[in-house]
Nanobody, 123 residues
Framework: EVTLVESGGGLVQPGGSLRLSCAAS????????MNWVRQAPGKGLEWVSG????????EYADSGKGRFTISRDNAKNMLYLQLNILKTEDTAMYYC????????????????RGRGTQVTVSS
């Protein structure tokens, strides 16, 4: 059974940083690309970033370019998202997700997703 457990969210002031983590199990993590997606209050899911299975390729939504960094540790089955220079509009529930393909692809209707970790950016 695919299991994804996010952690690391919290309340942070604008300009601050957080590091999100996602513990993966139930599938061959090292062969699966991973994504971070988020959902702000009252809005739909938004893809944030993706990383391929080997970790050599990454992609970012415009909203996070230059501020967010995705990474993974295949030896530990862990996915990370470093969030820097946070803005109030980054407030959302953050989820890690996968569709078990080695290349970055985002399909919200078929992806596996965890329960999320809340990030709140407020002064």
């Amino acid at each position: 059974e695919v299991t994804l457990v996010e952690s690391g969210g919290g309340l942070v002031q604008p300009g601050g940083s957080l590091r999100l983590s996602c513990a993966a199990s139930g599938f061959i993590f090292s062969r699966s690309a991973m994504n971070w997606v988020r959902q702000a209050p009252g809005k739909g899911l938004e893809w944030v970033s993706g990383i391929n299975a080997g970790g050599s390729g990454t992609e970012y939504a415009d909203s996070g370019k230059g501020r967010f960094t995705i990474s993974r540790d295949n030896a530990k089955n862990m996915l990370y998202l470093q969030l820097n220079i946070l803005k109030t509009e980054d407030t959302a529930m953050y989820y890690c997700s996968t569709n078990l393909q080695p290349y970055i692809i985002y399909s919200p209707s078929t992806d596996y997703r965890g329960r999320g970790t809340q990030v709140t950016v407020s002064s």
